[in-house]
Every structure is written in C-alpha cells, then in structure tokens.
C-alpha cells in the first residue's frame, strides 16, 4: 500500500501571469506557499480474478470497473492508461474540499502520480512530477489554465516561482523563520461557501488574456514589488498586506467571471473591520478569501465574517511526499 501526502497552496502575486498564452510572450512570475491543508492518495495493486471489478476507485464517487476506459474521472482514467496501469484500488481524501481555490485539483494530480510511480518503483523528481502532472491535467485532460498549482503542490515552501518560454525556475523566497511566521499569524482565509470548478473559470480568463495584456503586466510587476517587501526587514509586511488589496482590484478586472456581488460583500465587509488587503484564492467565482489582518484586527474581523468557515493554517515546506509504502 502506498500512500502520497500532498499540500495545498495559497498564492499571493502574479496570478494569471501563469499562463502559457501569456508567459510565452511576456514571461510571467508568482509567489505562493503551500500549508498544511493535505489531500492523500491510498493506492495499491488489486490481485486477478479476486473482484468481479478490475479497478475500484473512491473520491467523491465510488467506481467500480472493468475497463480503465470506463473509469469517468478524467485525470485518473488520463494516467492509468499514461502509464499502463490496471488492477488498482485507489481511495482519496483531503482536509479541505475541491473547488474551494486552494489548488486541491493539481495537489490530488500530484500526489496520484507520487503515488503510482512509487508503486512502480520509478523514482522522480519533483520537478518530473510537478511537468508530469502539468501535462496530465493541460494535454491529457485538455484542461484550461495556468501551471503554478502543480508545480507549488510538488515542489512545497514558501517560493518565487519564474515562467518563460523557456521553461520554469522555483526559488525559495529568502526571508527569515520569524518574519515569515509574522506573515502566517496576519493572514486570515476564508471560504465564502460558493463552490465552482476552476477550468471553467480560467476558460473565460484564458479568453481575456490579449484582451488584459496592461493588467496582467501590471500584476507581474508587483511580484518584485511584493518580494521586496518580504525579504527587507526594513519594509513593514502591513505593505503587503495593502498589495494584495491592489492585485485584487487589478485581477477582478480580468474576468467578470472572477468575482461576483457576493464576493465584493465579503470583501468588503473584512476591510471595513480592519482587513488591510486580500484577494480571492484559485481561479475566482467562489472559494477561499485571503486577508492580510494585523492581530489587533483580527477580532473584528472574525466577527464581521461570522457565518463563513475559517480556515486556520500554518505554512509547510516538504510539498508532495510518501508517507507510507509497504
């Protein structure tokens, strides 16, 4: 039995610059972090003639096949049959749910190929797993968006991460155990309750991309700015916390598909009780809002977004790993 740990993500700047119809041009830049919010990955080999089913799979459904090709989840049927895989038993859970905007699409992709390379004996890497798991989702699956989750779910840390068109870099931003743990405790997330599938969202923004060409530049821009910021221990991190509040104006501009009244209410509401800056976590229409609240504010807030669910969190480093094969 083999099982993958893999984290979710937060991204903070540069949001939209992940795509390749943009970064192919322009070259693009974000800066994320993964916490310890985890989705596991349980496969192992079923044996012959045992089950009346070839492959038995448990997510949000349960299935049970004869065929890899009847299998009706796209990116486990995509991989199996990628990789020549029958007679397995795959069963996954999370601590947060899908399509909340916390990547858990792309840290579920990962952790399934961490999972059934390790139960081939095939050792990877993670930038082989974060590419693998880019092209399962963006070719095999002909899926629209962007490609920082995979590559943040496999990779793990606190990380600047570079697109071009000739590829990707991921550098771990350089500031220090007590300032990055001063960022975490004035972070706030919470989910707004609204639910959507991130492909469809980043189809409508895809289609905005040479439409939005000075937004999303202006986005880029503010990664180094954001940067800055968190490596200076001059700067005060309430900038930050005022940056997010402008790479929000700038990314709801993208798409009338990012945002929504519901969304503006909310965010309005944690401004109006201390929130200095937030923006809305994955591709938009729903999911988890990130604040950036001093703690004296904190109180308010919480109160102010009483009836949402809040997200408690604590950064982590290690990204997609096995935690058990036997």
Not at 80 to 103: C, H, Q, S, V
Request: glycine share 8%; proline share 3%; hydrophobic share 40%.
């Amino acid at each position: 039995m083999i099982i993958s740990q893999t984290p979710v993500r937060m991204s903070f700047f540069g949001g939209g610059t992940d795509f390749p119809e943009f970064f192919n041009e322009y070259s693009g830049a974000v800066i994320s972090t993964t916490f310890n919010k985890y989705c596991h990955v349980i496969v192992r080999p079923l044996p012959p003639k045992l089950f009346e089913y070839k492959t038995k799979l448990m997510y949000a459904q349960i299935e049970e096949v004869a065929s890899v090709d009847d299998i009706k989840h796209p990116a486990i049927r995509n991989a199996m049959k990628w990789l020549g895989l029958e007679r397995i038993f795959l069963n996954y859970d999370a601590d947060i749910p899908a399509k909340t905007g916390l990547g858990t699409s792309s840290a579920f992709s990962v952790g399934m190929l961490n999972a059934f390379y390790t139960m081939q004996g095939i050792n990877k890497t993670k930038r082989e797993i974060a590419d693998d798991a880019i092209y399962l989702e963006r070719t095999l699956c002909n899926e629209d968006g962007g490609i920082q989750d995979q590559i943040a779910a496999s990779y793990g840390g606190f990380n600047r991460i570079d697109f071009t068109s000739e590829g990707y870099t991921v550098t771990p931003i350089n500031i220090t155990p007590e300032r990055k743990q001063l960022l975490n405790d004035n972070l706030m997330v919470f989910f707004t309750g609204l639910s959507r599938y991130s492909f469809q969202v980043q189809k409508a923004t895809k289609s905005m991309l040479s439409k939005r060409t000075q937004e999303l530049l202006e986005i880029l821009r503010m990664v180094d700015d954001a940067e800055k910021i968190l490596v200076d221990p001059q700067c005060s991190l309430d900038d930050f916390g005022l940056m997010l509040n402008e790479t929000w104006m700038l990314k709801r501009s993208i798409s009338t598909e990012i945002s929504n009244s519901m969304i503006d209410d909310i965010y309005a509401k944690a401004l109006g009780a201390g929130a200095l800056g937030g923006k809305l976590l994955g591709a938009g229409g729903g999911g988890c809002l990130l604040f950036y609240v001093p703690k004296e504010k904190q109180t308010a807030v919480r109160s102010a977004l009483s009836d949402l669910y809040e997200v408690d969190f604590e950064f982590e480093n290690e990204g997609t790993k096995i935690i058990c094969n036997y």
